[in-house]
């Protein structure tokens, strides 16, 4: 997505070589709402032959993206998981742990209630960033538990020096980047893939 | 807001008397995209004579009706506070401490980067809860940090049994509740204010 690709050349901070890309003034922290329904308009046409019964994202940085989508999928449920299981989740819960690629940092558990998820349905996972693909699998780990099918992945940001997508991929998930980035360092600036 | 009190009457679940009120069908957990949208058409009709400049909300559940009120109010720039201190935040933030009056549970911090708040700029804040008013308290300290001014805050339910917002309407906050709630209980169910 042009656009995309203009706006991280333009804002995005890049720290180390293919480490860590900051898009915080528009996507993750300080967010432009209408910038992210074009994203969401995006991934529409990404996966506009997909039949989507429900859109699955994980807190925090997911949830807006995820809000955008569903408006241009004509606003199906969007449930987020949880990274920490709170009294007001007390019940049943799907559970799925997230491996952390971040020094120092342990696995963690995510949990989706058992009431938002259910058999048969096609759900669109939807995340802003695809690296090790930790979290996506995490989440497809938990469409599986509830009988649902995984419609795609869509990312908005795709880190495509790093395997997630690979992994993804080849595993017959139908993943779809927004931007996809083949390497990035301070030096050089942000390298697309396409 | 009168389709807000129904949603609650019909979905919300209590848990003991005053205590919990779980709206996790569509507000915080599953989302129902399109009547957020509603819910942020109800802040703009409440603060309709206010300058919003921007929108200060915080991570997870503030996030999604942040971006449905930044629509109602032209897309100002949606800013979340976050809980951990990532490095992707690394760098000048302000920093404010949460009270958590849940039972084993540490006060917490929460950080926005100085990048994202501005002096003289005017902030709605936007919430799910409004119970104690800590978080709220919290990020009003943080808009004060920033050199901005509190335009008002908005929550979508405020649990009018408990001080929070008693407490911030003294300080001379604008606050505005969607739907207040005077009471609760597993057999009464909910009883609103007004």
């Known amino acids: 997505m042009e656009q995309?690709?203009?706006?991280?050349?333009k804002e995005g901070k890049i720290r180390g070589?293919?480490?860590?890309?900051?898009?915080?003034?528009?996507?993750n922290h300080q967010m432009d709402v209408a910038f992210l329904d074009e994203l969401g308009a995006a991934f529409k046409a990404r996966f506009a032959d997909c039949q989507v019964d429900r859109i699955l994202t994980i807190e925090a940085s997911?949830?807006?993206?995820?809000?955008?989508?569903?408006?241009?999928?004509?606003?199906?449920?969007?449930?987020?998981?949880?990274?920490?299981?709170?009294k007001n989740i007390a019940g049943d819960v799907?559970?799925?742990?997230?491996?952390?690629?971040?020094?120092?940092?342990?696995?963690?558990?995510?949990?989706?209630?058992?009431?938002?998820?259910?058999?048969?349905?096609?759900?669109?996972?939807?995340?802003?960033f695809l690296a090790n693909g930790s979290a996506l699998h995490a989440l497809i780990e938990i469409v599986h538990q509830a009988g649902s099918e995984v419609a795609g992945a869509g990312v908005v940001?795709?880190?495509?020096?790093?395997?997630?997508?690979?992994?993804?991929?080849?595993?017959?998930?139908?993943?779809?980047a927004l931007a996809r980035i083949q390497s990035m360092s301070e030096e050089t600036g942000v390298v697309f893939c396409d």
């Open 4 to 9: 995309l690709k203009k706006r991280i050349l």
């Open 17 to 27: 070589t293919n480490e860590i890309l900051k898009v915080d003034s528009f996507l």
């Open 62 to 86: 997911g949830i807006a993206i995820a809000c955008s989508a569903a408006k241009a999928f004509g606003n199906p449920p969007v449930v987020f998981a949880k990274k920490n299981k709170t």
């Open 94 to 128: 799907y559970i799925s742990q997230v491996e952390s690629f971040t020094q120092g940092k342990r696995p963690y558990n995510i949990f989706v209630s058992k009431d938002f998820l259910h058999p048969g349905e096609k759900v669109l996972i939807i995340d802003d």
């Open 157 to 176: 940001v795709e880190k495509a020096f790093q395997p997630g997508g690979s992994l993804l991929r080849n595993e017959g998930v139908r993943v779809e």
